[in-house]
């Protein structure tokens, strides 16, 4: 079998209604796949005025919106409707990508025709509730997640770290690596531009902390905003950039605010807002990738993260920047001060750092699920001549 023969049916919990770093995978996954003659078919909620056009066909699902998080989604059930496309399609294989309702249906749907199943983990959803004073949830949902990451044929993470997690969890032992990839022509230290800088009232001498993601609470804002204030306490001079929005946005400008936020961007903005940066924070506990510290990498930044999921495995800690113990505000303010105070180091590590992003090429990353695909159609066709 061959790349060219799959027939890939996908579900998402959002494909492309909210521009996050997962979906932008699945899409560029799906891109890839279409050039290699693959057919795939995409199962997901749709709305009005998505953040961007879909890659490839897709169909839509029925959703409710998440209380307390209208912009997301729930995937409700299989309609008919979409029942007798899934059956006209006649896919050789599953993947699934969010824990949600119609993922448990899907999979059931699979199993009951004997098609494999290929979960892929995105993000830490167990870890979320910890942000929103609901941690006692949390074994709840990681049972619920082994529930349906046993009944699938196997996962594919985005690092290592993330599949020991898996494994340590019980979630399922067959487990590849779905890295991720950088897009070169939009994060590379070329970019770099004073005038933008000056643009935003910010000093070509001035050290330029800076963060991007989605502003949502899960991505350590507290920690990032409570670190701030900590270099401010200790008289350590720089300045502070925001790239990104959510619903999260009014409540860190009202924590710092002396900071400079820019908004949502995206291609050759971004890419020139994160190269004019000196270096990253991201003290984020719920990638599972860490897709914001290889775009920084990219871009010749040094990188000061959490020593969790993701990160620990791009950044390496005291060459390319330094990982620190989640919620640490005192070490991780004193590690940002190294960089702060001594330009020479800020220098070497993100030399260092764009070395080690030069691994990773999308196309030959996402061969690797084409290649997990073709593997488990083999194991499941073996099994069911038994």
Same mark, same amino acid.
């Given at each position: 079998m061959?790349?060219g023969?799959?027939?890939?049916?996908?579900?998402?919990?959002?494909?492309?209604?909210?521009?996050?770093?997962?979906?932008q995978?699945l899409?560029? =996954?799906?891109?890839?796949? =279409?050039r290699q003659?693959?057919?795939?078919?995409?199962?997901a909620?749709?709305v009005d005025?998505?953040?961007f056009?879909?890659t490839?066909?897709?169909?839509?699902?029925?959703?409710?919106?998440?209380?307390?998080?209208g912009?997301?989604?729930?995937p409700l059930?299989?309609?008919?409707?979409v029942r007798?496309?899934?059956?006209?399609?006649d896919?050789?294989?599953?993947?699934?990508?969010?824990?949600d309702f119609?993922a448990?249906?899907?999979v059931?749907?699979?199993?009951?025709?004997k098609i494999?199943?290929l979960?892929?983990?995105?993000?830490?959803?167990e870890?979320?509730?910890?942000?929103?004073?609901?941690?006692?949830?949390?074994?709840v949902?990681?049972?619920?997640l082994?529930?349906l990451?046993?009944?699938?044929?196997?996962?594919?993470?985005p690092?290592?770290?993330?599949?020991q997690?898996?494994?340590?969890?019980?979630?399922?032992y067959?487990i590849?690596?779905w890295?991720?990839?950088?897009?070169?022509?939009i994060?590379?230290?070329?970019?770099r531009s004073?005038?933008?800088?000056?643009?935003?009232?910010?000093?070509d001498?001035?050290?330029?902390?800076?963060?991007?993601?989605?502003?949502?609470?899960e991505?350590?804002?507290?920690v990032?905003?409570?670190?701030?204030?900590?270099?401010?306490?200790?008289?350590?001079?720089?300045?502070t950039l925001?790239?990104?929005?959510?619903?999260?946005?009014?409540?860190?400008?009202?924590?710092?605010?002396?900071a400079?936020?820019?908004?949502?961007?995206?291609?050759?903005?971004l890419?020139k807002?994160?190269?004019?940066?000196?270096v990253?924070?991201?003290p984020?506990t719920?990638?599972?990738?860490g897709?914001?510290?290889?775009?920084?990498?990219?871009?010749?930044?040094?990188?000061?993260?959490?020593?969790a999921?993701?990160?620990?495995? =791009?950044v390496?800690?005291?060459?390319?920047g330094?990982?620190?113990?989640?919620g640490?505000v005192?070490q991780?303010a004193e590690?940002?001060?190294s960089?702060?105070?001594?330009?020479?180091?800020?220098r070497?590590?993100g030399?260092?750092?764009?070395?080690?992003s030069?691994?990773?090429?999308?196309?030959?990353i996402n061969?690797?699920?084409?290649?997990t695909?073709i593997r488990l159609?083999?194991?499941k066709?073996?099994?069911?001549?038994r």
């Open positions: 061959e790349t023969d799959l027939r890939i049916a996908l579900f998402s919990g959002n494909y492309n209604y909210v521009r996050d770093g997962a979906n995978a899409n560029r =996954l799906v891109g890839y796949l =279409l003659g693959a057919q795939v078919r995409v199962y909620p749709t005025e998505p953040a056009p879909a490839g066909d897709l169909v839509s699902v029925p959703s409710f919106a998440f209380p307390g998080r912009e997301y989604r729930v059930l299989l309609s008919p409707r007798a496309d899934l059956k006209a399609f896919p050789n294989v599953v993947q699934i990508s969010s824990p119609a448990h249906r899907a059931s749907w699979a199993r009951h025709r494999p199943v979960a892929s983990v995105h993000t830490r959803f870890t979320y509730f910890r942000y929103y004073n609901m941690a006692w949830l949390e074994p949902v990681e049972a619920l082994r529930r990451y046993r009944r699938c044929d196997a996962l594919v993470a690092s290592e770290s993330m599949a997690v898996l494994r340590d969890q019980r979630m399922n067959d590849d690596i890295s991720r990839g950088v897009d070169r022509e994060f590379d230290p070329s970019h004073l005038e933008w800088r000056r643009s935003l009232g910010i000093g001498d001035e050290v330029l902390v800076g963060f991007h993601s989605r502003l949502v609470m991505k350590g804002l507290d990032f905003s409570d670190t701030i204030d900590e270099l401010r306490r200790k008289g350590v001079q720089h300045r925001i790239v990104g929005d959510g619903p999260a946005r009014p409540w860190l400008e009202a924590r710092l605010p002396q400079v936020f820019c908004g949502y961007m995206a291609g050759a903005d890419g807002a994160v190269a004019s940066m000196d990253l924070f991201f984020s719920t990638e599972t990738f897709n914001v510290s290889l775009e920084a990498m990219a871009s010749g930044l040094p990188v000061v993260a959490a020593a999921t993701g990160s620990q495995n =791009l390496a800690n005291g060459r390319s330094r990982l620190i113990r989640p640490a005192s991780f590690a940002l001060q960089y702060i105070e001594d330009p020479a180091l800020r070497a590590h030399e260092a750092g764009e070395r080690r030069r691994d990773f090429s999308w196309d030959q061969q690797v699920v084409a290649d695909y159609i083999r194991q066709s073996a099994l069911n001549r």
